[in-house]
């Protein structure tokens, strides 16, 4: 198993730091830097900034939101990555929630898994540059001959050749069927909220993508990038303090990432068999009750969500998390010291 460096996206200002672990990760053995983004700072970005004095690493996205870009567009940036740090992309996308889709970006939300494939396929043609890029989709026809359009589009052929005619496409994926076309379409996967006791659930998920006809993978080569905080602590009082403060991320992604009718974490949770909890929770979170809502989450989730505890301990978890298949641990650490003391504790 393999370890990434998840950067994440900013916060209110942009991280003073980062520079210094993207270096230690490159040079103690990481395989990937990670960065994402949400309705602030762009995953883009940041790859091209921190990781051009890198040279080993790869550098991806976790993920690009697809309808913040027209298809082609990200292929672009995909290309030109690639060729800049010399074939080490990774490219890494979602469909995102409607709030986001449809309040940040002005995009229609509906049909997220036939948008899914369409943004693929295109981006696939753009990178074999077989012949001018072509879509006979719905939701990004190309050329364009729809409402306001002057009828004057041409198919073209990027002018730029790719480096790599098959850059790694990872898709971020929580439901059946959308985990079922990420095994089919895809070169990997990016879950939210994998554990080792949820792995059991997502695997006839993807079996059915394998089984499909046309599908680009199987187990045995299809790569699973599963985020999860890590971390040494010394004793069982400051793992219960590492726990307490994992709790409001949690409460967070569970009650109030997305609206009470469309939010996919919650779903993602109730899958997991904690319905009654994650209904609870989300009424108090959107009802402004955060603290309230923090207090229901229990130890045992957050400790199956990540990896805390003695040095025994976390690697027998980390054993525990490749045994069930995940090819690559996205681990978000905040100092270089700690990426080096990872790297040589997991080496």
Known sequence: MKLGLQLGYWGAQPPTHHAEIVRAADESGFD???????????????LAWWGRETTNVRLGTSIVQMSGRTPTSIAMHALTLDHLSGGRMVLGMGVSGP???????????????????????????????????????????????????????????????????????????????????????????????????????YRPWL?????????????????????????????????QRVVDGMKPVVALYMGGMGAKEANFHNQVFVRMGYESLAAEVQELYLAGKKDQATALIPDELVD??????TTGEVKERVAQWEETGVTTLMLSLNTAEEVRSVAELLA
């Open 304 to 309: 199956d969500m990540h990896i805390i505890g």
């Open 207 to 239: 079996d059915e993508g394998f089984a499909r006809e046309g599908a680009r993978r199987t187990r045995e080569n299809f790569e699973i990038a599963a985020t999860c905080h890590f971390q040494v602590v010394a004793d069982a009082d400051e793992k």
């Open 32 to 46: 990937a830097v990670f960065t994402a983004e949400a309705w602030g700072s762009d995953a883009f970005t940041p």
């Open 99 to 201: 709030q986001v889709v449809e309040g940040w970006y002005g995009e229609p939300f509906a049909k997220p898994l036939a948008r899914t494939r369409e943004v693929v396929d295109i981006i696939r043609q753009v990178l074999r540059r077989e012949g001018p890029v072509v879509n006979d989709g719905p939701h990004y026809p190309l050329p364009y001959a729809g409402e306001g359009s002057v009828g004057l589009g041409k198919p073209l052929k990027s002018i730029t050749h790719p480096l790599r005619a098959d850059i790694p496409i990872w898709l971020g994926a929580e439901g059946p069927k959308n985990v079922a076309q990420t095994a089919e379409i895809a070169d990997g996967w990016i879950p939210i909220f994998y554990t080792p006791k949820s792995a059991g659930m």
